[in-house]
């Protein structure tokens, strides 16, 4: 069974949850007494089932200060073969980026995640550098660091409390990488009790600021797999939003690994 992990990218890209945040956050307890740690909570969301495969269309909208859109609309696949859980996505449109595209492998005996974009007017294949995991992917609110897989050894895990969103109970887990050169110095995670969905996620840069916040604001039971279907990540910082819309989304189909391949980056859909 395929691994599940926060952003997904994508696929990066396609995690996470909830219609309205327009109820508010209440603090619910503190994580004292709690008969979990934060290290259980996390490990049952990387452990949530995502199915062995997955296909679907991502919608990516950019959003700046002024309110002002850019539409970009991908193909993307996702699939686990011996060990190896492999990501690509397709540029459909605009015109000015269609052929784009971009695969990460993430090893899951620990190993660095690999990954690679083509860029169609320079007609080559290039390796992302682990100095380029804090770039920004595409104009979005992602990095490349945000679009690969974080393993649960990657941070240290502390269960801060408890709280009520609109009637459903999270865990809150404080996140801090083990790596010293992480681009940032913690993440919070909102965790859903049972569904184990990451809710929300703040990213904190190196200063200990607040850089920018994950939001889910829609999920389906999908092929009986829970799916994050509209999410949005808001850069504080730069006054700068990004919206997934994810759709036509199939389970557990016929996906070949040969899909996964440096070929058929350039060749694409």
Request: proline share 1%; aromatic share 10%.
């Amino acid at each position: 069974m395929m691994r599940k992990y926060f952003l997904s990218t994508v696929m990066i890209l396609t995690l996470l949850i909830m219609a309205s945040f327009s109820g508010g956050l209440s603090e619910f307890v503190n994580a004292e007494g709690m008969d979990i740690s934060g290290k259980e909570v996390m490990e049952k969301v990387y452990n949530r089932d995502a199915g062995d495969n997955r296909q679907s269309n991502l919608k990516m909208i950019l959003i700046n200060k002024h309110g002002s859109e850019r539409v970009r609309e991908l193909k993307q696949l996702s699939a686990s073969f011996a060990g190896v859980d492999k990501k690509i996505m397709f540029f459909i449109s605009p015109k000015d980026v269609r052929g784009t595209s971009f695969m990460n492998w993430s090893y899951q005996d620990g190993r660095a995640d690999i990954q690679w974009i083509y860029l169609p007017a320079l007609r080559k294949v290039r390796r992302i550098s682990s100095e380029s995991k804090s770039d920004y992917f595409m104009g979005s609110d992602f990095t490349y660091d945000d679009m690969g897989d974080r393993k649960l050894e990657d941070d240290k895990h502390r269960l801060l409390k408890t709280e009520e969103i609109n009637g459903e109970f999270c865990y809150l887990v404080e996140n801090i990488p083990v790596e010293k050169d992480s681009i940032y110095s913690k993440t919070i995670t909102w965790v859903l009790k049972d569904k184990w969905i990451e809710l929300k996620k703040e990213f904190y840069d190196q200063e200990g600021k607040l850089l920018k916040e994950l939001r889910v604001e829609e999920y389906h039971g999908i092929d009986g797999i829970l799916t994050v279907t509209i999410s949005e990540m808001e850069n504080f910082q730069s006054d700068h939003k990004t919206q997934l819309i994810v759709s036509e989304v199939e389970y557990n189909s016929n996906i070949a690994e040969s899909e996964f391949t440096e070929r058929n980056m350039r060749t694409g859909l």
